[in-house]
């Protein structure tokens, strides 16, 4: 038996899970499409109660806004040049893009129009603070269970699993410095930053850290002997 310090020790590495998908990104088996469909709904859901707690968006929407203002693209069309400029720095981390990916844009984008107004929006700073926590830890969930589906992460993840990869650096590091770069710049850009923003930058790579290990322990096969 598991105690509960053992249960939330945080991943180092990502885990393999019996979902993962084969040697194919664009034709998952069943399992496969429900957990990454699950995750990304999970993501989408994180990011919406994030929105609705009303006290600052993630490091990637700040960026995205700050792009907004200097070039007078919508945030939505400035999402998506991210997202492209992303997928590019894919190129020396030698990532493929798979359904996953794909599905990302699609799913997450869905999800956060559908969750926002099921949110609370509470006035009060305290209830604004747990319900930005609660975000960023839907979002560490989702994370889980997507990235660990094996068909493709989204433009983001897969740059940070690739810098991973290549550096051996510990998956809850790679996601901080990244969110922290992206926090930076989008500020000086004049994007708008409140404290439900630094809780993200902060605690999101250990949150997705904290559910890789939780999500390895839950579907770890027995040892026979």
Same mark, same amino acid.
């Given at each position: 038996m598991f105690s509960l310090g053992e249960w939330l020790r945080p991943s180092r590495t990502v885990p393999v899970t019996p979902w993962a998908a084969g040697a194919t990104n664009w034709k998952p088996a069943p399992k496969t499409l429900a957990a990454l469909l699950f995750g990304l709904w999970l993501f989408g859901s994180g990011e919406a109660a994030l929105v609705a707690a009303n006290c600052g968006v993630s490091p990637w929407v700040v960026f995205a806004q700050g792009i907004s203002l200097k070039t007078g693209m919508s945030i939505g069309w400035s999402t998506f040049v991210i997202s492209v400029c992303v997928l590019l720095l894919w190129i020396p981390l030698r990532r493929r893009p798979g359904l996953g990916t794909v599905l990302n844009i699609i799913v997450i984008a869905f999800a956060l129009q /559908?969750?926002? *107004?099921?949110? *609370?929006? *509470?006035?009060?700073?305290?209830?604004? /603070? /747990?319900?930005?926590?609660?975000?960023v830890a839907l979002v560490g969930l989702g994370s889980a269970f997507y990235i660990t589906s094996n068909v493709g992460p989204g433009p983001r993840d897969g740059l940070m699993t690739g810098l991973h990869d290549k550096t051996g650096v510990r998956i809850g590091r790679v996601r901080l410095a990244i969110e922290a770069i992206v926090l930076v710049i989008g500020y000086a850009l004049g994007g708008t930053v409140g404290i439900g923003t630094l809780i993200f930058a902060l605690f999101i790579g250990q949150s997705v850290a904290l559910w890789f290990g939780v999500v390895s322990r839950l579907t770890e096969q027995p040892h026979t002997h």
């Open positions: /559908v969750m926002i *107004p099921l949110f *609370p929006s *509470p006035d009060a700073k305290w209830l604004q /603070v /747990v319900e930005a926590f609660f975000g």
